[in-house]
């Protein structure tokens, strides 16, 4: 029970503080650069621990590895660099919170997984609240950034189909292995994209560009490798829509770190999150109370 509060919390505030890291990297570096720093960092991170790993994965695993490498790393990494380098970090982190509502989706449509209609109601709100925030800013204005704030929620998305491909093919591997897999499968383009690119010329020495550096670093360190490590285990012991609501906490600690930074955050922006974390507690209702893990 405490185990899992803790796996849940902790990688809630980690992940939370991770859109405030991808604002700080961007003000050197564009959003390509910022994912290649932030997943070659986690490729070296991790590295010690793909050789033992890389033992353990069975051979019709290695297909599903290149998939949740793309969908649960890669793409997300890009997405939400790129849309952050338009709207403000908060906003990302609390459209972040509809990977339960798109975890729930993916599982019915490709996974064939039944729901009750009382959590398909609850998508189709959060869903609302996604779309308030998407179109509107702070201001109650129609936003003219909508199609990042679109590439967040694509990121999402991501997410959903890598949380039930987690939970379906690798259940029964060590998380510190699988993660290590991941990133090692992920980190080699990055790192190639990294040395065929003038990446290197932007360190001329200004306390600027070390400082962004530093944020991508420990947000690979932190936001991909330790937050990843958590949520896999808390994913193996529990659920796949519980272990996605640690979106619940998220988009606490990126609007605190949002307002931190002088980020506005709106009467209906915090509409929207109401709308999504109504959404996503509809989504949890029933299956906490059916097979509670905790």
């Known amino acids: 029970m405490l185990l899992n509060i803790f796996f849940l919390v902790l990688t809630s505030v980690i992940w939370g503080s991770s859109f405030i890291l991808m604002k700080k990297g961007l003000a050197e570096f564009n ?21 033992i790993a890389v033992k353990r994965i069975r051979k019709e695993q290695v297909k599903w590895l290149f998939v949740v490498a793309i969908l649960g790393s890669g793409l997300p990494a890009i997405l939400f660099a790129t849309s952050i380098s338009k709207i403000d970090s908060s906003v990302a982190g609390i459209v972040n919170s509809t990977v339960p509502l798109f975890t729930l989706v993916v599982g019915v449509v490709f996974f064939s997984i039944k729901q009750r209609l009382i959590k398909i109601i609850g998508v189709f709100i959060g869903l609302g609240g996604a779309a308030i925030l998407v179109f509107y800013n702070s201001d109650g204005q129609v936003n003219t950034n909508y199609a990042y ?86 994913l193996q012991r529990t659920s796949a829509l519980f272990a996605s609501t640690v979106t619940y906490l998220i988009p606490i600690v990126a ?31 029933v299956s906490r109370s059916q097979n509670s893990p905790l």
């Open 31 to 51: 959003p390509i650069e910022v994912a290649a720093i932030r997943l070659s960092v986690t490729f070296f991170t991790m590295l010690p621990f793909f050789f």
């Open 149 to 234: 704030a679109m590439l967040a929620v694509l990121a999402t998305v991501c997410y959903g189909f890598n949380t039930n491909i987690l939970k379906t093919h690798f259940n029964d591997i060590n998380p510190l292995h699988l993660i290590s897999m991941m990133y090692v499968v992920i980190g080699i383009p990055a790192m190639i994209f990294l040395l065929s690119s003038n990446v290197s010329a932007k360190f001329t020495g200004e306390a600027a560009v070390w400082q962004a550096f530093g944020a991508i670093v420990i947000l690979g360190i932190l936001g991909s490798a330790f937050a990843m490590f958590f949520f896999v285990k808390l």
């Open 255 to 285: 609007v605190m770190w949002g307002l931190y930074d002088g980020e506005s955050i709106g009467i209906v922006q915090m509409i929207g999150m109401l709308f999504i974390l109504s959404g996503v507690y509809l989504v949890n209702k």
